[in-house]
């Protein structure tokens, strides 16, 4: 199919920004930008967002095909390698999506076999799951949606037993954070004396909840090895979760919580759930075209209304503490980039 001719503009646009952000930020990584003077807010070890902008390098170097971007996306991916061993489960977005992309290179292959084994035995067998961990402070035996994404595929990389555990911890979440209606709780802690109990923060209505979840679902999908508990319920898990984005009224770039529809939008959510629908219409089914199609109309959107020179605007941090409401965030520019990259033919949205 010819990708729309908007979308190889934009994806170029994103990467020429990817380069300008590489000379700003320099070793440190990039986290959010000013929406008015495009200056970026850095972390020094890349904090959960680190793998986002290793993996946009990575689309950097494959749409150029030069030697010094190849060299600058695998020096980001090496300056990941202190997160193999940080307790929590965000492992997944960080070391999945910074070497998924990454062909051919012996050092992100490596650093991603250790990071899958390291996943592995951090599997908590009482739990069945990874738990949240203490990296970032705060209750460390958590169940949260965004430990789910890139931790399947992560997992599932380490053979029979990695496939094994990478369906516990999705199946365990799915359990803990999909209510009744497709309402998404985006997490839960736990206690010996009360057990399971669901975190005030994020809301429930957190889009960017939703969109990981349907993220992880659809990654699942796309791997036969990680076992199915019962027939056809991620199947059905996916179709649920997606009405979210696909049905009657749902809009293409959702609010950042769907209690405030009046708050900050997050073009980092959309972003995310347009790969998500991408890689759900890459499955056979009734629903694939359907799927396909919603997804583009959200890029679309998003480059037509919120991409300012290669910016993906709009993006919403954190809601709830005013924080970077409507900015320019790393992983909002690595979802839209991955996106159009799937439409252009640039990379294939399965294996990422």
Do not use: N
């Not at 990584?29 to 993996?55: E, K, Q």
């Not at 802690?189 to 993220?215: D, K, N, T, V, Y």
Request: hydrophobic share 45%; charged share 20%; with cysteine.
């Amino acid at each position: 199919m010819t990708p729309p001719p908007w979308a190889g503009r934009a994806l170029a646009d994103v990467l020429d920004r990817a380069a300008a952000t590489r000379a700003e930020a320099g070793d440190r990584f990039p986290l959010y930008a000013d929406p008015d003077t495009g200056r970026w807010v850095t972390t020094g070890r890349g904090s959960w967002t680190g793998g986002f902008w290793a993996g946009l390098l990575w689309l950097r170097a494959r749409h150029t095909g030069a030697a010094d971007d190849r060299a600058a996306a695998a020096a980001c991916t090496a300056r990941l390698a202190g997160w193999v061993e940080a307790d929590t489960s965000t492992r997944g977005l960080i070391l999945w999506y910074g070497t998924a992309l990454a062909d051919g290179d012996t050092g992100a292959r490596e650093l991603r076999t250790r990071a899958a084994r390291a996943a592995l035995a951090a599997l908590d067998p009482e739990l069945a799951l990874v738990p949240w961990g203490s990296a970032f402070g705060g209750p460390r035996l958590l169940g949260w949606v965004d430990g789910v994404p890139g931790m399947v595929p992560l997992l599932a990389a380490e053979g029979p037993r990695g496939a094994e555990a990478a369906a516990s911890h999705l199946y365990r979440h799915l359990d803990l954070c999909l209510g009744e209606g497709g309402r998404v709780v985006p997490a839960r802690a736990f206690e010996a004396a009360s057990g399971w109990w669901e975190c005030a923060s994020p809301p429930a209505g957190w889009s960017r909840g939703r969109a990981w979840l349907l993220l992880a679902v659809a990654d699942a999908l796309h791997r036969p090895g990680v076992p199915r508990r019962t027939p056809d319920r991620l199947e059905a898990v996916a179709e649920r979760l997606a009405t979210s984005w696909t049905g009657p009224g749902a809009p293409l770039v959702p609010p950042a919580d769907e209690a405030r529809p009046d708050g900050p939008l997050d073009t980092s959510a959309a972003a995310i759930a347009a790969v998500a629908l991408l890689k759900l219409a890459r499955l056979p089914g009734p629903r694939a075209a359907g799927y396909a199609y919603r997804a583009t109309a959200v890029l679309e959107r998003l480059v037509g209304e919120h991409l300012t020179r290669g910016m993906l605007l709009d993006g919403c941090y954190d809601a709830e503490q005013g924080t970077a409401v409507r900015h320019e965030l790393v992983w909002g520019d690595f979802f839209l980039a991955l996106g159009l990259a799937a439409l252009t033919g640039l990379a294939d949205v399965r294996d990422v």
